[in-house]
């Protein structure tokens, strides 16, 4: 009998969805890694599928009915060419290490992509795992709908960053403060090896491993790399420049992640973990949102001090192998390491000069920029709409912008641009095309998520992802997603574990 809406397990069969899974990672050695099986769920129901994402993938989700759909984003009915498993790491959080492990999300493989990429598909929010210590492995609807949102603006702001590619509800509570719709995400990444799965071996002592580990990384997301001489040592480096080119993008945007800890700093330069991260607002290099960071540690203006810090913590890993002798081993590291300032400078310097249209480099460059910031901060600027104003035809009216400080500020500016008047037509287009219209608002996100966990409402939040889609362009009237909320120096972000 031929019926219009087959199984899931005829789908699954037929793969319809097109997975490609290959399992590499849970190949590595048994130290790496714990088995694990996505816990049963009630009644999974979709909230909202990723199907441009699934297209870049060659996932056909648009031929899956929504209900398998909902079974096989809520880890019910898994492709049976998948190996679930929790991988294994430690952290320093907040300063402090401890040994931790996905205690509440469960990789399914590595799925084989059209072009060719490797990208893991994890489901977070499945269900306990070895790793789980006194956690349910259970997530909240609200917070995987937040990584689902920043996480999407990060992608279409050009930031390299993990993908959300699904959110489907469990039809279970779990339970915070008070009960909450329980969720899981599906998250997409370049892979999840953390600064924090080299702790974890190196902790054990696991030299033999820990190598094995950094070979399957290098030919992973270093493949250029792995005849080099000297390989651990490029490795080190090109890490490292992955993360003070990450952190400069964050930076020029005003991203904060919020809790930066080392088992959430990706080895492939991606974005991960979205917490209690969220946008700054008005300039302000202290600015904090998350709740549980009380010495602002992880504030703006920290990161890349402490994007350093953790590189420290990731080159101790590594000692034991770059050389044999102890006293090089630790030069060759710190020679490495003592480059991050000065790289991060060079790419915050030339994201900067693109944000102000200037298209060479001078000497007066850092110093101009300063000035601006300064300006930006004593008078509690909008960091995203003061480089937008810039690159518009006419500045608004705005007392701000007839303030003698900035007026002396502007005609410096100008000057640098070699223009007269005002910045020509092309340079604004040029600045334009760095300096986002849109970012995610922290009031504009939590009012989609509280329509979603309140009124099962899911219209506030696909308009906010459809201005977030193309935060460089203004062809429609995006005011409502441009103004910052009054006075947001009390918002709190939460981790929602
Ligand atoms: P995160 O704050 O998401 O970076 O998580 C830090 C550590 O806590 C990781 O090892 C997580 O797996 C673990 N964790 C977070 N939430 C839970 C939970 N609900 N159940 C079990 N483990 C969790
Ligand atoms: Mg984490």
């Known amino acids: 009998m031929v019926t219009s809406n087959p199984s899931l397990a005829e789908n699954i069969a037929k793969n319809i969805v097109g997975w490609r899974f290959d399992n590499s990672y849970s190949r590595l050695p048994d130290a790496f890694y714990a088995l694990a099986q996505p816990a049963r769920v009630q009644s999974p129901r979709v909230w909202i599928l990723n199907y441009r994402l699934a297209d870049e993938l060659g996932l056909s989700l648009r031929a899956l009915p929504l209900e398998d759909a909902a079974n096989l984003f809520a880890g019910q009915d898994l492709p049976g060419s998948c190996r679930p498993i929790a991988q294994a790491y430690a952290g320093h959080q907040f300063g402090g290490f401890t040994m931790l492990g996905d205690g509440r999300a469960i990789l399914l493989g590595e799925h084989r992509t059209p072009c ?82 080299f702790e974890y071996l190196a902790a054990r002592h696991d030299v033999a491993n820990l190598r094995a580990l950094a070979d399957y990384a290098i030919v992973r997301h270093f493949p250029e790399l792995v005849d080099a001489s000297q390989k651990y040592l490029e490795f080190f480096r090109a890490v490292m420049d992955r993360q003070a080119s990450l952190i400069a993008r964050w930076q020029l945007v005003g991203f904060i992640h919020g809790v930066m800890n080392t088992d959430n700093m990706a080895i492939s330069g991606e974005t991960i973990d979205y917490g209690p991260c969220a946008f700054m607002n008005a300039y302000r290099p202290d600015t904090v949102f998350s709740s549980i960071d009380h010495g602002g540690r992880y504030a703006y203006g920290n990161q890349p001090a402490i994007a350093h810090w953790n590189l420290a913590r990731f080159a101790e890993t590594l000692l034991p192998l770059l050389d044999p002798d102890q006293e090089k081993t630790i030069a060759l590291a710190s020679g490495v390491l003592a480059e991050f300032p000065k790289q991060f400078e060079a790419y915050w310097l030339a994201g900067m000069r693109k944000k102000l249209g200037l298209e060479t480099a001078a000497a007066g460059d850092a110093e101009l920029i300063r000035v601006l910031l300064d300006w930006m901060q004593n008078t509690a600027a909008d960091f995203t709409n003061t480089f937008r104003d810039l690159s518009s035809a006419e500045l608004p009216a705005d007392d701000r912008y007839r303030h003698p400080d900035f007026r002396a500020w502007y005609s410096r500016w100008l000057d640098r641009l070699q223009c007269h008047g005002r910045a020509s037509a092309s340079i604004q287009s040029r600045m334009r095309a760095v300096n986002p219209t849109v970012i995610p608002r922290n009031h504009r996100v939590e009012e989609a998520l509280a329509a979603a966990e309140d009124h099962d409402d899911p219209s506030v939040l696909h308009r906010l992802l459809a201005a977030l889609a193309s935060p460089y362009e203004a062809t429609a009237d995006l005011s409502y997603y441009q103004e910052p909320q009054a006075d947001d120096c009390n918002y709190r972000t939460f981790c929602g574990t």
């Not at 790793?131 to 709908?145: K, N, Q, T």
């Open 116 to 197: 060719g990429r490797l990208v893991d598909i994890q489901l977070k929010g499945a269900g306990p795992t070895r790793f789980s210590r006194g956690g349910d492995g259970r997530a909240a609807l609200g917070p995987m709908l937040r990584e689902y949102i920043i996480s999407e603006a990060m992608s279409a702001l050009g930031i390299p960053t993990t993908r959300s590619l699904a959110v489907v509800t469990t039809g279970e509570p779990v339970f915070r403060s008070s009960a909450l719709r329980g969720a899981i995400l599906t998250r997409v990444a370049a892979s999840h090896i953390r600064v924090g799965t």
